[in-house]
């Protein structure tokens, strides 16, 4: 740490004379005082772990409850270093500060906003003492008023420093937004903003866009060429003339070659936002939005931005289409059935209906280009079916919850599979002996009784937890009144068991509920990152006793860190778990259902690892015949001989897509950073919902989210990320396209696509982000994406030299089904910011990781006051995200200071864009009126109104070498260039403004 780099801090802090005060006196933290106003409750202990405060009832500012020590002699001027550690539930604010004692509590010098998390963060945070009150101090006061839950605070200490942390860069702490509208029906094109040059108009001109040697290239000219492209669905697909012309002109200014067309068969848009008849809906194409659907792709091209055309979306299935009633029911099994996936791959009627749909919206002319869309070269992409694998969804096992599927689908299917095991097993032993081994038959439950258990009670809803002591078997009861997040935010835990790698298992238990519902049972680790050992299910909850068996086989373990957990956050009232057993060993008729001889071997929802690689076998050779027969359908029978195509997304069926996608010409992927959670049984509830509002940056070791999308990346083909996303209203989204253009540079991915753009908003609609996924109108994404088009399409960034590869086994299968899980068994996940990665299959026994070339990398990580960022810096492209607030950072460029604001959080970027150098500079963005939840996440309905706001920056940049810096207005117009000061600094954070355009002189 240099602490010259560090900033002084004024506040006053108004506080009230009455107040409750505890003093506490304890062992090893001295003497402490408990402060509580409002109202506000909380309480204090001492423990092992440090100094334990509860906040039991909130107040509605973070001073109602404090927490500190008093007469601290400070003297004024002096610089001094406050030290200590905290941890907490996840994403929890709190502020620490020091004030005086006395009538006006005024600041002297020290005021910190920090997050806690999970894991203890060590915390530094020099200051200079502003006119103390001679040994009449609170120091260290902490605050937790707004934040209900538990805090732990250790190792706290004051040190004073020698030298001066205050190098004269000191700027006032800004304490609000200002109003900075990036409409989304305002083209950049004609400004200094704009990155229309980088597109060639019309699209295709350089011939038809193939694949070769895992990358894409124009075939008329042989140059690769990279896509930075957006989602359009529903309603801002289908726009008339006039929106089509202006939109394709926005996407173009922006730097936007591809546009992908998603959810066209959506029926939750009217009017006008789906494919289909209003009055036949998910039955029959109207023929005027193909009309405006054909004019729109035609815009697309005039403006040299390709298509991509998405198939089987958001369909659904009726019985008038010959299906039974119970058609409906598909559904009911959970979100990852949504839209009657899964069985849509081999219902041979649905398929037959997804030909039906292909031939009538691709089997055409468009009547605007006048080509056939099988001979159209801006047509670049065909999807089959978007995110649906019958093997499974990411994360799911092999073949989750088809055993409910309702019939016929259920005896379909379970034919199927008796066929595909009679091939390959001569007998019932036979399957017997391949699938239990030696292992058939229990041993007595490893859970006696009186075992502890433990909870976990995330969102401090209100919930009781009783453990059943003294029973012949585990028992607990869980009482829920409320629980304000997803199901997860509630567990029962047995934890701190011991498994044998490889060993066969039986979990038991009954459940009962006050009120019907659904909970998860898992076996996984009982520390972080809660890695999955084999069973991960969903169970119904009935009022009467529900009995329940998994068998599996035990992988990944840790001695002393198995646990049985429940997750029952979903359900309400009184839960009662029972009988809980965990034993060595399976009973194969419980597993089986039935015999081979008889055909009647069942869908399996538990079994041993080798039942399990049969069933997932078994899965990808139904939907391997669903992606091979509908690629030959488009290739064959509709002629589509130049376009490439892909079934699905990648992560999808696991390490099987390599036999699904086999033959397709490109790869692709989504990735959402802390996607919205939803109470259970209520997806897409627009008021009851969630995220967990922390940053991405700075990518820890394994690169987060990017660092998982690169590691699933199938070596050989172009990889394409055709959803990305940081939704709103996360107070960290600014970082989203700086950390995405970098790394996929680095990474050298070959298109990018973000979810998603409102092409059909206008006025006040246009002038405030309208949800989680608005790119169109969001000035977090907008301001950085012709920066970011640029850096990654013009391949400004040389991808990494050194390569990771992920080898798996000739029998993929053995190395477990997801890719995570794989490169787990070779080590630590790899560092995206040093290695390229891929996987790929090989032919030996077991994974392995294959490692070559030369680490360096552009990208650094750095320690700050208030937390970590990353930097990167290549040639004549800069960008840095994370929390840079009273840190100076050297560039190229030259130096850049930030005073401390809000959350010290913000996202820059600098570069060329054409040959104008960008300069931008993002913290957080809200509307007009939101409001979030007390706990910052959700805000609910409460999205707020136009205009947007952006979080002022307390930022000043010294030039390495002379340059005007001209602030842009919010119509996109270059001011009088900012002026210096005597040392050179010149001061962004005066002006309302993210936006500066650099000019040399």
């Avoid at 080898?807 to 080590?827: H, I, M, T």
């Amino acid at each position: 740490m240099n602490p010259r780099r560090l900033l002084p801090l004024l506040l006053c802090t108004p506080m009230p004379l009455w107040a409750n005060l505890t003093e506490i006196e304890t062992e090893r933290h001295g003497t402490w005082i408990l402060e509580e106003h409002a109202g506000a409750r909380a309480v204090v202990l001492e423990t092992d772990r440090g100094l334990r405060l509860s906040v039991r009832r909130p107040g509605t500012a973070d001073w109602h409850v404090q927490l500190y020590r008093r007469d601290v002699g400070l003297e004024a001027g002096d610089c001094y270093l406050l030290r200590y550690r905290i941890r907490s539930g996840p994403g929890r604010f709190y502020s620490v500060g020091a004030t005086a004692d006395g009538e006006d509590h005024r600041g002297v010098g020290l005021w910190h906003d920090g997050e806690a998390r999970r894991g203890w963060r060590e915390v530094e945070i020099p200051f200079r003492a502003v006119d103390p009150i001679p040994g009449r101090t609170r120091l260290p006061n902490f605050q937790f008023g707004r934040a209900r839950g538990s805090f732990w605070i250790d190792g706290v200490e004051l040190e004073a420093l020698e030298a001066d942390p205050c190098d004269g860069t000191a700027l006032e702490r800004p304490t609000a937004f200002y109003p900075y509208v990036t409409p989304a029906d305002q083209a950049l094109e004609g400004s200094a903003w704009s990155a229309a040059h980088l597109n060639a108009a019309p699209a295709g001109a350089d011939g038809r866009i193939v694949a070769q040697d895992g990358r894409f290239l124009a075939s008329g000219t042989g140059e690769r060429i990279r896509f930075f492209g957006t989602n359009v669905g529903g309603r801002a697909a289908f726009l008339s003339p006039e929106e089509a012309d202006r939109a394709a002109g926005i996407l173009a200014s922006y730097g936007i070659n591809l546009v992908r067309f998603h959810h066209l068969q959506n029926m939750w848009e009217p009017p006008g936002g789906f494919i289909w008849k209003p009055d036949a809906i998910d039955r029959e194409i109207d023929p005027d939005q193909l009309d405006k659907l054909d004019y729109f792709i035609a815009a697309l091209k005039a403006r040299g931005i390709y298509s991509n055309l998405n198939l089987t979306t958001a369909r659904r299935y009726h019985p008038d289409m010959g299906f039974p009633e119970s058609v409906y029911a598909i559904e009911d099994l959970g979100m990852t059935f949504a839209f009657m996936k899964k069985v849509d791959k081999f219902d041979q009627r649905m398929i037959e209906l997804q030909r039906d749909y292909a031939r009538e919206l691709l089997d055409r002319v468009n009547p605007y280009t006048g080509n056939h869309y099988r001979d159209e070269p801006a047509l670049v992409k065909i999807e089959i079916n978007n995110e649906n694998s019958l093997v499974g969804w990411p994360g799911e096992p092999a073949g989750h919850r088809l055993h409910e599927l309702p019939e016929p689908w259920r005896g379909e299917l379970r034919e199927r599979w008796n066929d595909w095991l009679a091939e390959r097993h001569a007998s019932h032993e036979d399957l017997v002996a391949a699938w239990f081994g030696a292992e058939a038959g229990l041993g007595a439950s490893l859970l006696p009784g009186g075992h502890p258990w433990s909870n976990a009670n995330i969102g401090e809803g209100n919930v009781h937890f009783a453990p059943s002591l003294g029973q012949p078997e585990p028992a607990i009861v869980v009482s829920i009144e409320s629980n304000p997040g997803p199901d997860w935010f509630v567990q029962a835990h047995l934890p701190g068991l011991t498994l044998r790698e490889g060993g066969l298992y039986t979990l038991s238990f009954c459940i009962r509920g006050e009120e019907p519902g659904l909970a998860r049972v898992t076996v996984n680790r009982d520390i972080p990152d809660w890695r999955n050992h084999g069973v991960d299910a969903v169970v119904p909850v009935e009022t009467g006793w529900g009995s329940h068996s998994f068998v599996f086989t035990a992988s990944d373990v840790l001695a002393g860190h198995v646990r049985v957990a429940f997750v029952v956050g979903g359900l309400r009232g009184r839960v009662e778990i029972d009988d809980v057993r965990l034993r060595p060993g399976a009973n194969p008729e419980a597993v089986l259902g039935g015999t081979l001889d008889g055909r009647s071997i069942g869908l399996l929802s538990s079994g041993p690892a080798a039942a399990f690689r049969d069933y997932a076998r078994f899965l990808a050779d139904v939907e391997t015949a669903y992606a091979q027969g509908m690629r030959a359908f488009l290739r064959e029978d509709l002629g589509f001989a130049d376009t490439m195509i892909i079934d699905t997304q990648f992560a999808y069926g696991g390490v099987t897509a390599f036999t699904r996608e086999a033959g397709m010409e490109f790869a692709d992927n989504h990735g959402y950073w802390q996607h919205p959670a939803f109470e259970a049984g209520v997806d897409w509830d627009p008021e009851r919902w969630s995220i967990q509002n922390s940053p991405m940056s700075p990518l820890s070791g394994g690169g987060a989210l990017l660092g998982s999308l690169a590691r699933g990346r199938p070596e050989g083909l172009p990889y394409s990320i055709s959803e990305y996303d940081h939704p709103a209203p996360s107070d960290y989204q600014a970082e989203m396209l700086p950390l995405l253009a970098w790394v996929a540079s680095l990474q050298d991915w070959d298109a990018l696509y973000l979810f998603s753009w409102n092409a059909h908003a206008t006025g006040p609609e246009a002038r405030r982000i309208s949800g989680w996924f608005d790119v169109s109108s969001n000035p977090a994404k907008l301001t950085f994406l012709p920066q970011a088009a640029t850096l990654f399409r013009e391949a400004r960034v040389a991808a990494l030299p050194a390569t990771t590869v992920l080898d798996l086994p000739a029998d993929p299968l053995r190395a477990g089904l997801s890719f995570e899980g794989a490169w787990r068994q070779v080590g630590s996940p790899p560092d995206p910011l040093r290695h390229r990665l891929a996987v790929r299959i090989g032919d030996g026994e077991a994974a392995r990781k294959i490692v070559a070339g030369a680490v360096d990398s552009p990208a650094r990580r750095e320690e700050g006051l208030r937390g970590d960022w990353v930097h990167f810096e290549s040639g004549e492209a800069v960008a840095v995200a994370g929390r840079v607030g009273g840190e100076c950072i050297e560039t190229a460029y030259g130096s850049f200071t930030f005073g401390r604001f809000g959350r010290d959080f913000a996202a820059l970027m600098l570069g060329p864009v054409g040959d104008r150098l960008h300069l931008a500079v993002v913290a957080g963005v809200e509307n007009t009126g939101q409001e979030w939840n007390a706990d910052r996440t959700s805000v609910g309905t409460q999205w707020g109104e136009s205009p947007t706001l952006l979080e002022r920056v307390p930022v000043r940049f010294r030039p390495a070498e002379p340059l005007l810096v001209r602030p842009i207005d919010d119509e996109l117009q270059p001011g009088e260039p900012l002026e210096a000061d005597a040392e050179g600094w010149i001061d962004l954070g005066s002006v309302d403004t993210p936006r500066f355009l650099l000019e040399r002189l």
